[in-house]
């Protein structure tokens, strides 16, 4: 049962413009969101988080935003920079610090 | 401040063969989980441990895959015996201590392939 979903595998950008991820989650329970960033034979590592009492949370090039009603939540990136090119994985926490994760959206940026 | 370590990166083995890595989270993190990332997926939940005790080993196919956080502090993961879909990477994660809000810090991964 996914309760994460990040339903475009693939995403394609051209440097500078504005990349935009998706996450989707099923259990209004969730109340703290975070997204990961993986390089090739890394582990992941911590980019942003958010909590369901905002609806948007902003680090540098980096914005998390999030709808509680539409269980939606999606990461903004710009300027989009060729070092961005990763896998995406959007997280939420449930009870008990668990910890759900979606399936990842590669991210490639054109030079 | 070290992060997370896992050992060994890399280790390819036989199915059937048994096959153990070691994890030490960052210093001070009282929960540590153990997360299967098998190639195109999202990490799934293995264990969770809150010091020494376990949280939540509802996913951990306990015929074959084993943990312990001995102390509570480093922690092993073994598989005995290994099959084929067990090739992943093994990532161990943790965080600092239980309430909301948290953030949990991911090592390296150990990457495992099963011949």
């Known amino acids: 049962d996914q309760q994460v979903k990040q339903n475009s595998p693939s995403l394609s950008v051209q440097e500078g413009r504005i990349s935009i991820l998706n996450c989707d989650y099923t259990n209004s329970m969730f109340d703290y969101f975070l997204w990961y960033k993986k390089y090739p034979a890394e582990g992941p590592t911590f980019l942003i988080s958010?909590?369901?009492?905002?609806d948007k949370n902003e680090d540098g090039r980096f914005t998390v935003f999030l709808n509680k009603s539409a269980k939606h939540l999606s990461l903004h990136i710009v300027p989009s920079q060729p070092g961005d090119s990763a896998v995406y994985f959007c997280a939420a926490e449930g009870t008990g610090n668990q910890f759900y994760f979606g399936t990842g959206t590669s991210l490639t940026v054109i030079p | 401040e070290a992060g997370v370590a896992q050992s060994p990166r890399y280790k390819i083995i036989e199915k059937r063969q048994s096959v153990a890595f070691w994890c030490n989270p960052i210093?001070?993190?009282?929960?540590l989980y153990w997360y299967q990332q098998i190639l195109g997926q999202g990490p799934k939940l293995l264990i969770q441990?809150?010091?020494?005790?376990?949280?939540?080993d509802s996913q951990l196919p306990k015929d074959r895959f084993s943990a312990e956080r001995l102390k509570g502090v480093d922690s092993t993961l073994k598989i005995q015996p290994a099959k084929l879909e067990d090739s992943a990477v093994y990532l161990c994660?943790?965080?600092?201590?239980?309430?909301?809000?948290?953030?949990?810090?991911f090592g390296e991964g150990s990457w495992l392939t099963v011949v």
């Open positions: 994660a943790s965080s600092f201590q239980p309430g909301p809000g948290n953030t949990i810090y």
């Open positions: 958010i909590s369901s009492i905002k």
């Open positions: 210093s001070g993190h009282a929960t």
């Open positions: 441990f809150q010091n020494n005790g376990v949280v939540d």
